[in-house]
């Protein structure tokens, strides 16, 4: 994914070349990327031999799980379409962990029949259900406690998850009491110890706080925990500041905490997979010129890329054919719906576009098309795998028709 002769290539395919057939808006995938992102995964952390299982809500499309199946990666799921469609891909029973805080008794049925690895409570009122269903099955079922170890990941507010005025997980004193309760269950297996502090991390000071609140509850609690589920929340560089999580020190630091311990590490990692192997391609409808910025409006909006209104997060905008212009004013990037929240990015010093020109809002592979939607009654855009400079659809253009 990168310019080659002033033109934005994805797996050796000008972004111009793929417009003209494929129309935009449409999600372009690179395989390559995908896989160069999963063996920096599995090189940094070989030392402790993770259990990585993607979390699907990230991306769910299955010809994209199905892959990553094939990379050796198991599935993190949070409902039950997801678990249903991690299956569906391939990705092996005994490689998937069921999170959540709002599991249904339906939901939960549904994962002690497949025999999934683990499922994950985050209430007693969970562990009760979970019991009441394995009890009516004469079966014994693994579970993890996920545990809320009240630390700042220093990310944004919309998606840290282990502070204690979060929703996720339960205090210390909760989660040993619910330990011994498991314990001595008949229909029970307390097989892990669950966190996860937030997404979009890049600094470690926050995992090696973690680190050190769970080696205290370990103690405390008293009980050989079959594995010791990390969560993910490995964030990545959306912008041109080269901020990186350092991954290899991580590794270090969970070698030296799993010392004395018999426990395998299980990740739950999505952006840091898909994130930067995703890009949106959109259109030019109309600039709109204003006092002192030009408003670019795209046939892309919110409805396919809610991550800027949802989060004020900034995707990297790109044009897909350099030119050697500067625009005067600052461009504004923004879609048709009818919200002022509708804007992706204002850009100085961008290079002077015109209408029917196409850019390409980059960074979108993980929590873009999974937080899509049909508001203004617009269709989803489709989605394109590129592998080996083949194109493949992946997911087909939605039908106004249909929709409505």
Do not use: W
Not at 76 to 105: P, Q, R, W, Y
Not at 157 to 165: D, L, N
Not at 366 to 392: F, H, T, W
């Amino acid at each position: 994914m990168n310019y080659k002769k002033k033109n934005y290539l994805i797996e050796g395919i000008r972004a111009n070349q793929i417009v003209k057939k494929y129309k935009t808006p449409s999600y372009c995938y690179s395989y390559k990327r995908i896989r160069e992102n999963i063996n920096f995964f599995k090189k940094n952390f070989q030392k402790i031999n993770p259990l990585t299982c993607f979390a699907v809500k990230a991306n769910p499309n299955r010809a994209i799980l199905k892959e990553i199946g094939k990379l050796g990666m198991g599935a993190d799921v949070v409902s039950i379409g997801e678990l249903m469609k991690a299956i569906k891909s391939g990705i092996k029973v005994n490689k998937i962990v069921f999170s959540g805080v709002g599991k249904t008794f339906k939901e939960i049925e549904y994962a002690i029949n497949k025999k999934i690895l683990l499922i994950n409570a985050e209430s007693k009122s969970e562990i009760i259900t979970i019991e009441k269903i394995a009890r009516s099955k004469n079966r014994k079922v693994n579970v993890g406690i996920r545990l809320n170890p009240n630390i700042d990941a220093k990310t944004l507010k919309q998606i840290s998850t282990g502070k204690k005025e979060n929703k996720f997980g339960v205090s210390e004193k909760n989660f040993l009491n619910l330990a011994n309760y498991v314990k001595s269950s008949k229909n029970l297996n307390l097989k892990c110890l669950s966190v996860h502090i937030g997404s979009q991390i890049l600094e470690i000071k926050p995992y090696i706080k973690m680190l050190n609140v769970l080696d205290k509850v370990i103690k405390k609690a008293n009980h050989n925990f079959e594995y010791i589920d990390l969560g993910g929340g490995f964030g990545i560089n959306y912008g041109n500041n080269n901020i990186k999580l350092n991954l290899r020190k991580y590794s270090e630091s969970i070698k030296k905490f799993l010392k004395g311990k018999e426990s395998k590490i299980i990740f739950e990692p999505g952006r840091s997979i898909i994130g930067n192997a995703g890009a949106l391609l959109s259109k030019v409808i109309y600039i709109k010129e204003g006092f002192k910025k030009d408003f670019v409006i795209l046939d892309a909006a919110m409805n396919d890329l809610i991550r800027p209104a949802l989060y004020n997060a900034n995707h990297r905008i790109i044009p897909a054919i350099k030119n050697n212009s500067k625009s005067k004013k600052i461009y504004e990037f923004v879609g048709p719906i009818c919200e002022s929240t509708d804007k992706f990015s204002s850009v100085k010093n961008f290079q002077r576009l015109k209408e029917n020109d196409i850019i390409i809002i980059c960074d979108v592979g993980a929590y873009g098309m999974s937080l899509s939607s049909n508001y203004n009654l617009r269709p989803k855009p489709c989605e394109i795998l590129i592998k080996n400079s083949k194109i493949q659809i992946i997911n087909k253009r939605q039908n106004l028709r249909d929709l409505i």
